[in-house]
């Protein structure tokens, strides 16, 4: 797969994670910077998709139904074949990571 393939189906990925709001706060798990990185592979002529996420409370009990819905949105992807979300705690999410347009949606839901 080409780079430029690649980035192109990378910036649909991250629209379809763009629609996904955060268990705790109402912004996007891609705004809040929970997203660490996007591994995009070619397997045997199929694509598979590898996301690094963390949360923000690691003591959340919906793990399993959320990846599985961020799995799902991104397999709806048409490129896409399959897709994996590993959690991963490091680094440790603070709020610089939020991008922003995260922080100015963060300000809006305060008033």
Not at 62 to 69: A, E, M, Q, R, V
Not at 95 to 111: V, Y
């Amino acid at each position: 797969m080409k780079k430029e393939q690649k980035e192109i189906l990378k910036q649909k990925i991250i629209q379809q994670l763009n629609t996904i709001e955060d268990l705790e706060v109402p912004i996007s798990i891609y705004e809040l910077g929970l997203i660490y990185d996007i591994f995009i592979e070619s397997i045997d002529e199929k694509i598979e998709v590898t996301i690094h996420m963390t949360q923000i409370n690691l003591r959340c009990n919906s793990n399993k139904s959320f990846l599985d819905l961020i799995s799902s949105k991104v397999e709806s992807i048409e490129e896409i074949d399959k897709c994996k979300v590993k959690l991963v705690f490091s680094p440790k999410w603070d709020l610089t990571m939020i991008s922003p347009e995260g922080l100015k949606k963060l300000r809006q839901n305060a008033n």
